[in-house]
C-alpha cells in the first residue's frame, strides 16, 4: 500500500527586510508587521524534509497556487495527500497566503474548484493543518474550522493564538464535528468587553506545541 504523502506549503510573499520586527496587533486576530518571516518557513521545509516528515515543501504566491500544487502531486506520485500544512498569516477565521485568503467563503467561491481538486487526493484520516496565526480563535475561527474540515473532510487543524516559536491553542476537529474549545481562548477583551485581538503563545497556554515539532501530538 502506498504511503499518504505529507507535504508542506507556505507563503514565499513576506520577503521583507526589517532589523527589527515591529508588532501590530489587529482587531481580527492578526498580527501584521512581522516582516521576512518567508525566509524562516523556507528553513522550516528543509528542516521537514530533514525529519523525514515532508514529502514535498513548496514557497506559494496565491492559495490557488498552493492547492494545485498539492493535487498534481499527489497525482503524479499516485499517492494520496496524508497531512497538508500551511505556514503563514491569518487572522480569526482565515489564512492569507500572498494576496489571497483561505476562508469559508473562498472554499465554495474562489477555491472552490482547487478544494475539489484537494478533496479526490486527500487519504482517509487527512489532516490540512492551517500553521498560522490565531485562525481558529474566536467565533469566527471555530465556524471556520468547522467549515474547513467539513468542506475537505479531512480533519482540520489550527491554533487560536498568535504564534511563533511557541504555538499554543493548537486544536483539530473532525467532519460533523463541533470545535472543543471555548471562543475566548486566545483572545483578549477590552475594557467594555469586546475582543481587541489574539493573545501571543507561551508554554504555560493550553495546547502548546514548538515550531520544532513537525506533527500533530496524538489526541489533539
Given at each position: 500500500?502506498?504511503?499518504?504523502?505529507?507535504?508542506?506549503?507556505?507563503?514565499?510573499?513576506?520577503?521583507?527586510r526589517v532589523v527589527v520586527p515591529r508588532l501590530v496587533r489587529r482587531a481580527?486576530?492578526?498580527?501584521?508587521?512581522?516582516?521576512?518571516?518567508?525566509?524562516?518557513?523556507?528553513?522550516?521545509?528543509?528542516?521537514?524534509?530533514?525529519?523525514?516528515?515532508?514529502?514535498?515543501?513548496?514557497?506559494?504566491?496565491?492559495?490557488?497556487?498552493?492547492?494545485?500544487?498539492?493535487?498534481?502531486?499527489?497525482?503524479?506520485?499516485?499517492?494520496?495527500?496524508?497531512?497538508?500544512?500551511?505556514?503563514?498569516?491569518?487572522?480569526?477565521?482565515?489564512?492569507?497566503?500572498?494576496?489571497?485568503?483561505?476562508?469559508?467563503?473562498?472554499?465554495?467561491?474562489?477555491?472552490?474548484?482547487?478544494?475539489?481538486?484537494?478533496?479526490?487526493?486527500?487519504?482517509?484520516?487527512?489532516?490540512?493543518?492551517?500553521?498560522?496565526?490565531?485562525?481558529?480563535?474566536?467565533?469566527?475561527?471555530?465556524?471556520?474550522?468547522?467549515?474547513?474540515?467539513?468542506?475537505?473532510?479531512?480533519?482540520?487543524?489550527?491554533?487560536?493564538?498568535?504564534?511563533?516559536?511557541?504555538?499554543?491553542?493548537?486544536?483539530?476537529?473532525?467532519?460533523?464535528?463541533?470545535?472543543?474549545?471555548?471562543?475566548?481562548?486566545?483572545?483578549?477583551?477590552?475594557?467594555?468587553?469586546?475582543?481587541?485581538?489574539?493573545?501571543?503563545?507561551?508554554?504555560?497556554?493550553?495546547?502548546?506545541?514548538?515550531?520544532?515539532?513537525?506533527?500533530?501530538?496524538?489526541?489533539?
Open positions: 500500500m502506498t504511503r499518504p504523502l505529507r507535504l508542506v506549503v507556505y507563503d514565499k510573499t513576506d520577503t521583507a481580527d486576530g492578526s498580527v501584521e508587521g512581522t516582516g521576512g518571516l518567508t525566509r524562516f518557513w523556507r528553513l522550516g521545509g528543509v528542516y521537514h524534509r530533514a525529519l523525514f516528515r515532508a514529502d514535498g515543501v513548496l514557497g506559494a504566491s496565491t492559495w490557488a497556487e498552493a492547492l494545485d500544487w498539492a493535487a498534481k502531486l499527489a497525482e503524479e506520485r499516485g499517492a494520496p495527500i496524508g497531512e497538508l500544512q500551511a505556514w503563514g498569516h491569518g487572522g480569526w477565521g482565515y489564512m492569507r497566503m500572498g494576496e489571497t485568503r483561505l476562508d469559508a467563503a473562498s472554499m465554495v467561491g474562489a477555491l472552490a474548484r482547487q478544494i475539489d481538486a484537494l478533496c479526490t487526493h486527500l487519504a482517509p484520516g487527512a489532516i490540512v493543518w492551517v500553521r498560522c496565526c490565531s485562525a481558529f480563535g474566536h467565533e469566527a475561527g471555530r465556524a471556520f474550522a468547522r467549515a474547513l474540515a467539513d468542506r475537505t473532510g479531512a480533519r482540520a487543524v489550527g491554533h487560536t493564538f498568535v504564534i511563533g516559536f511557541f504555538q499554543s491553542g493548537t486544536h483539530s476537529v473532525a467532519p460533523g464535528e463541533e470545535p472543543g474549545w471555548s471562543e475566548r481562548e486566545g483572545t483578549l477583551y477590552g475594557a467594555d468587553g469586546s475582543p481587541v485581538g489574539a493573545d501571543t503563545s507561551r508554554a504555560d497556554a493550553p495546547n502548546t506545541i514548538t515550531a520544532l515539532r513537525p506533527g500533530l501530538p496524538a489526541g489533539w
